[in-house]
């Protein structure tokens, strides 16, 4: 049996634990915010956070967050997320949506870490991150209005 803290809830899962963690996310919790794509952590689709860092939960072995606190976009709560997440909805950065829980777990790990990113900054840590709608723009554009917003600018 493996115990899990997700988003601040205890699951006990009896799974292999070479399990992907996304599919004990998805599959055994229930949350399905977090995507799967790529299959090989090339996408970010599946971002989500292990004690506040983002990976890729589709190759993280679900025994990696034995003891840690997963949080994934359903739990995205910090002052960051909750600024990236309306500056998407300000900003309709979102076209078929399927990455975007990814990109926005990316870009408030930016924000956690660096609260006034350049354009530089802010292509690194998306990089990850591929939209096949290539909403790019749109996304660099949200991330800095977050930050603002975080910054206390006006719009």
Request: include cysteine; aromatic fraction near 4%; glycine fraction near 8%.
């Amino acid at each position: 049996m493996l115990n899990l803290s997700i988003n601040g809830k205890r699951h006990a899962l009896d799974l292999d634990p070479q399990t992907p963690l996304l599919w004990a996310i998805r599959d055994h919790v229930g949350l399905t915010g977090t995507k799967y794509s790529c299959g090989i952590a090339q996408c970010g689709s599946c971002t989500v956070y292990l004690d506040g860092a983002p990976v890729r939960a589709c190759i993280t072995p679900v025994s990696d967050a034995v003891g840690k606190e997963v949080t994934t976009i359903e739990g995205l709560s910090s002052p960051a997320g909750q600024a990236v997440q309306a500056a998407w909805r300000e900003l309709e950065v979102v076209q078929c949506g399927y990455c975007q829980s990814g990109q926005i777990m990316s870009a408030a790990s930016l924000l956690q870490r660096n609260r006034k990113p350049t354009d530089a900054d802010i292509d690194q840590a998306m990089q990850g991150n591929l939209c096949r709608c290539a909403t790019y723009a749109r996304i660099r554009q949200a991330i800095k209005v977050a930050a603002d917003k975080l910054n206390g600018v006006q719009s």
